[in-house]
T-cell receptor, first 114, second 112 residues
């Protein structure tokens, strides 16, 4: 089974702190994603990556950056956390092919910024 | 810009009843995905719909895709309590961009 592991399930940070959220997948997937999930807003795409060192902005990249130095690892960085970044963050990966393409999700990281 | 809308946002239904969740999207796409999320859990894949007219069924759930109408439906037959969850549809943007956009979700509660 595909496994997507997020490093922290729960984090509490203070405004202005730098926050790293890490995600590792074990199925050699090419594409990885970071979403945030907020009540009533569904999942919103922050960044995605289709190859090592490649990244693309999603719909809400402001205040975030990402790093993909190795194929299996995709990190989300909040340079200076703010209270409006309190949310559930979900990492996902996929190897999109002609007969598949569903994302595999990690368990999520719930971030609270005080 | 690709937008995905689901309705209803909330659905409370009695066990044994049928209902349909709708997913509309704004630009051309021939791939659509349905996911389920239980409270406090992550998302798991339910269906992958890859072409116009695709229909997939699993137990009491059936999903279909009409790419001309830019519409997918998730039909629930004879609902049971275990189906209570939040259901999301997701559409892939322009082929090859690998950009998956999700709807806002439909929170389903099946009452015994």
């Amino acid at each position: 089974d595909v496994k997507v592991t997020q490093s922290s399930r729960y984090l509490v940070k203070r405004t202005g702190e730098k926050v790293f959220l890490e995600c590792v997948q074990d199925m050699d997937h090419e594409n990885m994603f970071w979403y945030r999930q907020d009540p009533g807003l569904g999942l919103r795409l922050i960044y995605f990556s289709y190859d090592v060192k490649m990244k693309e902005k999603g719909d809400i990249p402001e205040g975030y950056s990402v790093s993909r130095e190795k194929k299996e690892r995709f990190s989300l960085i909040l340079e200076s956390a703010s209270t409006n970044q309190t949310s559930m963050y979900l990492c996902a990966s996929v190897n999109r092919g002609p007969s598949n393409g569903e994302l595999f999700f990690g368990e999520g990281s719930r971030l609270t910024v005080l | 810009e690709l937008k995905v809308e689901q309705n209803p946002l909330f659905l409370s239904m009695q066990e044994g009843k049928n209902y349909t969740i709708y997913c509309n999207y704004s630009t051309t796409s021939d791939r659509l995905y349905w996911y389920r999320q239980d409270p406090g859990k992550s998302l798991e894949s339910l269906f992958v719909l890859l072409s116009n007219g695709a229909v997939k069924q699993e137990g009491r759930l059936m999903a279909s895709l009409d790419t001309k109408a830019r519409l997918s439906t998730l039909h629930i037959t004879a609902a049971v309590h275990d189906l209570s969850a939040t259901y999301f549809c997701a559409v892939e943007g322009t082929s090859g961009t690998y950009k998956y956009i999700f709807g806002t979700g439909t929170r389903l509660k099946v009452l015994a």
